[in-house]
């Protein structure tokens, strides 16, 4: 294969524009309108958990107090999460089922209004 | 001349610190400069003209945006958006008000009241999704004395705000690719596709998760390398659970590494990915370190990643059609060699011509000169 002639960037750029092409000529397999603020929030917040990233404020004080509470916030998250964490669990199954229920109904209206997509894109949402 | 410098530095771990540590040794040979620090601000008093880099990270450009309040500058600006920044300054020390006020008098009463809504979590924070529409930048550059940019899209962001000021655009730097040491990734795996420097929403990381996951049922040996700092807030584990994919198996999460690490990594990868949304305006410092290493590079087709050249990166637009595009994308980079390496060619031919690091440092000069009242020559 690398023994062919190299392929020169209007080449490349060529070939790319192609697969664009192709791929816009589909209906896309996913996702709402582009980029819908609602569907961006959702697909961000649904895996909820405890494990928050440690926040520090600005400047000497606001980083010395977030390092200084770093750890005992940790040891606390530690003792808790037998207790909050299969409620978070939970919720995050209900959040992902009721994103694929999204797109399943969002794949079904397609097929209905004659430009659907097979199952496959209901596989990978 | 003699230039007060004013900027994160090496060992912070920010992405203009690296940026400085790269200029400022070119700088030095072409004039008289003066480093400031956050322990010694003062430092560059009696210099012709200052030269202060604006980016989002509250902790680590307080103390420049005080400077600049202080005495005027040109003002380097890494992004456009700099709300996080002014949200950092206001909020972070427990200061709503201020907040509200600021984007009050940049963008009017009606952009208050959405500031005050997301205060309130009835929308999301306005950094976060519509940063372009609310930079929040008129504020900052009051005292600047122009602004260097390094890119186009930047350029015309700042005049569609209304900014009256000189603006120059010099080019981001590129580094000079060394030897790439061992990335101590597993034997055997092809094709390696990976996001390096920074795990966040923003770099649509879920979106790359679910094209990564389609990519690994044609081609099973394939292995996606995450690394870079911010997992935590994503919850991968989730994610990865939801699509099938397991980590350590078909997903390296490698959190942040250190700078040598990072670029071996690159080097060892067969494609990299610098995917964005929304853009606040930046030139990514990682894509030019990718496209100078020769890989082929794809980036989300927005803000100064559309400048890239067609035949140099492969560029996915952030629509309803993305995840099928950056999935197609990564098939056929992963399966046609010569696709894959014509486009990495393409990608290092293109940062030698573009990012030259001598070019970029005698832009500045050039800038600074005029900014100090000169004709251009130190």
């Not at chain 2, 990594?265 to 067969?270: F, K, N, T, V, W």
Request: aromatic share 6%; proline share 7%; charged share 25%.
């Amino acid at each position: 294969m690398t023994s062919e002639r190299p392929l020169s960037d209007d080449e490349i750029a060529a070939i790319l524009a192609k697969l664009r092409e192709e791929v816009y000529g589909r209906p896309p397999s996913a996702g709402g309108s582009e980029p819908s603020v609602a569907r961006e929030e959702a697909e961000r917040m649904w895996p909820v958990s405890a494990d928050r990233p440690f926040l520090e404020g600005t400047g000497p004080r606001g980083r010395a107090r977030g390092l200084g509470l770093r750890f005992p916030k940790s040891v606390l998250r530690k003792l808790m999460r037998w207790y909050v964490e299969p409620a978070f669990a939970d919720q995050r199954r209900f959040n992902a089922a009721v994103l694929r229920l999204l797109d399943e109904l969002r794949a079904r209206e397609q097929a209905r209004d004659g430009t659907g997509r097979g199952a496959e894109a209901d596989r990978d949402s | 001349m003699k230039v007060g410098y004013y900027s994160p530095l090496p060992p912070e771990p920010s992405g203009i610190a690296d940026y400085s540590a790269l200029l400022l040794p070119e700088l030095e040979r072409r004039v008289d400069v003066a480093v400031a620090s956050r322990l010694r601000p003062r430092s560059s008093n009696g210099v012709d003209v200052r030269l202060y880099h604006l980016g989002n990270d509250p902790g680590g450009h307080a103390w420049i945006v005080e400077e600049l309040r202080r005495s005027s500058g040109v003002v380097v600006l890494h992004e456009v958006a700099l709300h996080e920044l002014v949200a950092g300054l206001t909020l972070g020390r427990g200061q709503p008000g201020p907040y509200l006020d600021a984007v009050e008098r940049e963008d009017g009463p009606e952009a208050r009241l959405l500031a005050q809504a997301s205060l309130e979590g009835l929308v999301p924070p306005l950094w976060e999704v519509r940063p372009l529409e609310f930079p929040l930048v008129g504020g900052l550059l009051e005292n600047a004395l122009g602004v260097i940019v390094h890119s186009r899209f930047a350029e015309r962001q700042l005049a569609e705000r209304g900014y009256g000021g000189k603006v120059w655009r010099i080019p981001f730097p590129a580094g000079t690719p060394g030897e790439a040491g061992d990335p101590g990734l597993p034997e055997g795996r092809a094709p390696i596709v990976a996001s390096l420097g920074g795990l966040t929403y923003h770099k649509r990381i879920p979106q790359l998760l679910a094209a990564f996951a389609r990519l690994r049922r044609s081609l099973p040996d394939a292995l996606l390398v995450l690394a870079g700092s911010g997992g935590e807030s994503l919850q991968l584990d989730a994610r990865l659970e939801r699509l099938g994919l397991v980590r350590d198996r078909d997903v390296l999460v490698l959190g942040r590494v250190p700078g040598e690490r990072f670029l071996s990594l690159m080097a060892r990868s067969d494609i990299c990915l610098s995917l964005r949304w929304p853009t606040l305006g930046e030139t990514s410092a990682s894509v030019i370190d990718a496209l100078g290493l020769g890989r082929a590079v794809v980036v989300s087709d927005l803000g100064w990643y559309s400048e890239l050249p067609d035949g140099v990166v492969a560029k996915v637009p952030v629509d309803d059609h993305e995840g099928d595009l950056l999935a197609a994308t990564l098939e056929l980079l992963a399966e046609n060699g010569r696709v894959r390496e014509g486009l990495g060619r393409a990608a290092a031919d293109y940062t030698r011509r573009e990012h030259d690091l001598g070019r970029t440092a005698d832009a500045y000069v050039q800038a600074l000169v005029e900014a100090a009242g000169g004709n251009g020559s130190a």
